[in-house]
């Protein structure tokens, strides 16, 4: 029993390892970030805890940092994060008759990144929800650390150093960059930036961002739609 859960957790954190590498200067950086827009070591812990979805927390600490509302940062992170609900079903097939607890313990791990590990590791021999659960947990672990770390870093960094002040740009840049794999991603992210710069000039407050972004996503499931059809009937 103990070899049997020793070779468990050599399994998941050997597989873990490679997606820790790419959280902990993510991580890190952060927490930099984080230090700048005013949290603090407490804060970042709970939002790693909490929430643990960078792209979705590099996002809620620049609004914070722009004195956008918690109504609208709460409801722009729930939407980036529905795709959670995506990966979570495509792997809940590999666990059938499992607990419940076991399930919300395991979903609340799934990443990007360990959701591609973990489906490619399932598709071949001797990989099982425990050595998912260890990966999950250990990259989680990772990612908390190297954003509270990132948090001191950032107290010895300069206000304005090292071209900090356009880091979180950069970030989203790539972000969206990395998005892109056909040419209606693209079509659909100038029309939410076109939404975006023109609902601002309307409306009051912050709401024109979740507004741009459903708008924008639904012209762009509309065109796909359209396009799916054209191919059927051409």
Known sequence: MVSER??????????????????????????????KAGL??????????LVFAGG???IAVAMI??????VTIVATTFVVNLRHLLMSSAM????????????????????????????ARFRGEGWDRWRAL??????????VVSTVAGVYIGNLV?????????????????LLTFQFRE??????????AVLSVSFSLIFQGNGHIIAASCAAATIGFLIKRHSRKRKVHA
């Open 183 to 192: 040419r209606l991603h693209i079509i659909t992210a100038v029309v939410a």
């Open 65 to 70: 940092g722009s004195g956008v509302s918690a």
């Open 92 to 119: 809940s097939v590999h666990f059938p008759g499992i607990s419940r607890r076991f399930l919300a313990l395991f979903a609340y791990g799934v990443t990007d990144e360990s959701f591609a590990v973990n489906m």
């Open 6 to 35: 020793h070779c468990v957790v050599r399994d998941g954190l050997g597989a873990a390892w490679p997606v820790c590498l790419g959280y902990l200067p993510i991580g890190l950086s952060f927490g930099v970030l984080a230090q």
């Open 134 to 143: 260890t990966m999950n947990q250990a990259a989680n672990a990772c990612w």
């Open 158 to 174: 300069p206000p304005g150093a090292f071209g900090i002040d356009y880091a979180l740009t950069g970030m989203f840049i790539c």
């Open 40 to 49: 603090g070591p407490l804060h970042v812990l709970l939002m790693s805890v």
């Open 56 to 58: 979705s927390q590099f």
